[in-house]
């Protein structure tokens, strides 16, 4: 066997030293099994870290071979399990993260400069690599996908945590009907032609942009004169994207609305199934007559529900304008937690509008309509009800069972995780190029394979 070993090695060595010649300008970073990793889509990678913002930190590539060697195992397995992911999926993941790129670098012009090459050019080069990601992710999946804990599993891990039981804070499950008030056609029409002056005084040779600049109400593009980049058909409203791919370059739209507010759009350029635009917004807003309205309707909704006529669950299903929270009987999720869909929040984690008034009510209470400002800067009327609330203490398996179970089923599933590791590690060939032999976090990857005697 160490013949063979060594025999292998020289193959290999052999083909990199042959693929660093033909390729110059990249080398291998790694070798695991059958599969190679190009220092180039190291690099790719760091690239993506510094662009969301992150310090430089030479360690980060150590951080990111160590995962793309562990993506690389799972991949090689998959090929032998038959393992695959569909194209569409690939490309569903590809334009997400571009458009998160494109956003967060406040359009497609400035996210090519930074990356010094063409969106469609970088796409096809990460495409690869988040395809081993997407494959790697799925293998994973098919490893722990029947991973499961029982009670005893449950009391057993939680007797194994000794005295480091965690301490839980003040938690409470609480409910909400939000209500946003709705303009009257009337109402609506002043902010309608607002926006249809501006189409006018462009079409009379006042610059888009500058005008954009002055009264378009998208935060995202206003400084950019309404400028968006290049985006394509997944990437805004429906309405939107039918004016913007109906249009030719040139072409301004009428004025049309969304969930949004009112637009006007000029395109800029079209490439192939992308389309460079800018737009104007301009965003209704509601007036003390509306609010009167919703006003009212609150109260009606919260009458009914104090005299029992109507259930918070009922209510929030038939009425609430949240979308997240009212197929939910109105109960908000924590949303450090959502994968659980847990309903119990950690009060410090609640929204200070929200503590304020559940602070004082008692379980089972139901708040008045109270006037309220929402993340995106509506008005609106929301009613609270406060379904239960657990004071502080320290973690015990009579009131914190689904949260002992879900860490005993992480630490099952990684201890699981780390044993099928070890297995592939010391079964396959690995070799990692010496630019990395300071990295700590790959010592256990650059241990001599165990040798059958």
């Known amino acids: 066997m160490k013949k063979v070993f060594l025999v292998v090695t020289a193959l290999i060595s052999l083909f990199l030293n042959s693929y660093a010649q033909k390729n110059n300008i990249d080398k291998v970073a790694a070798v695991v099994g ?5 220092l180039s889509d190291l690099n790719q990678q760091y690239t993506q870290y510094l662009y969301q913002g992150n310090q430089p930190n030479p360690n980060i590539k150590c951080m990111i071979l160590q ?42 012009e400035r996210l090519e400069q930074f990356l010094n090459k063409s969106l469609l050019q970088y796409k096809d080069e990460m495409r690869p690599s988040i395809k081993d990601e997407l494959i790697a992710q799925k293998m994973q999946s098919k490893i722990t996908e029947h991973i499961n804990v029982t009670p005893m599993e449950v009391e057993k891990y939680f007797k194994s945590l000794g005295d480091s039981l965690p301490e839980f804070n003040t938690e409470i499950e609480v409910g909400e009907v939000v209500l946003n008030p709705k303009l009257t056609k009337a109402e609506k029409e002043r902010f309608h032609d607002k926006i249809e002056a501006l189409r006018l005084r462009i079409k009379g040779g006042e610059d888009f942009g500058a005008l954009a600049k002055a009264y378009s109400e998208d935060p995202g593009s206003v400084s950019d004169g309404g400028d968006l980049g290049f985006f394509d058909r997944s990437m805004m409203a ?31 350029e079209r490439r192939g199934e992308q389309v460079h635009a800018r737009h104007i917004l301009i965003m209704p807003k509601s007036t003390p007559a509306s609010l009167d309205r919703t006003k009212l309707h609150a109260d009606s909704i919260y009458n ?13 299903n038939l009425y609430s304008d949240n979308k997240e929270t009212k197929y939910n009987g109105g109960m908000m999720l924590n949303a450090e937690n959502v994968q659980s869909r847990t309903t119990f929040i950690p009060v410090e984690k609640l929204e200070p509008a929200v503590f304020l008034v559940v602070d004082t009510m008692k379980v089972g209470g139901v708040s008045k309509p109270e006037l309220f400002t929402g993340a995106d ?31 005993a089923q992480s630490d099952k599933t ?10 592939r590690r010391e079964s396959t060939f690995i070799k990692i190029d010496d630019e990395f032999q300071d990295c700590d976090q790959l010592k256990i990857w650059t241990k001599k394979n165990t040798e059958t005697k």
């Open 34 to 38: 059958n599969n190679i990793v190009l």
């Open 67 to 108: 995962q793309t060697l562990t993506q690389k195992l799972l991949k090689q397995q998959a090929e032998i399990d038959s393992v695959m992911v569909e194209d569409n999926q690939v490309d569903d993941e590809v334009n997400r993260r571009m458009r998160s790129m494109t956003q967060r670098a406040g359009g497609q």
């Open 238 to 268: 429906k309405e939107f994207t039918a004016w913007a791919f109906k249009l030719k370059a040139g072409e301004m739209s009428p004025v049309f609305e969304t969930e949004f507010g009112y637009h006007i759009l000029q395109v800029i």
């Open 304 to 316: 009914n529900i104090i005299a029992n006529k109507l259930s918070f669950a009922a209510a929030a």
């Open 377 to 407: 800067g509506k008005q609106g009327y929301r009613i609270l009800y406060l379904k239960s609330k657990i004071p502080p203490h320290k973690a015990n398996l009579a009131q914190d069972f689904p949260k002992i179970k879900e860490a």
């Open 414 to 423: 990684n201890r699981t995780l780390s044993e099928w590791f070890e297995k």
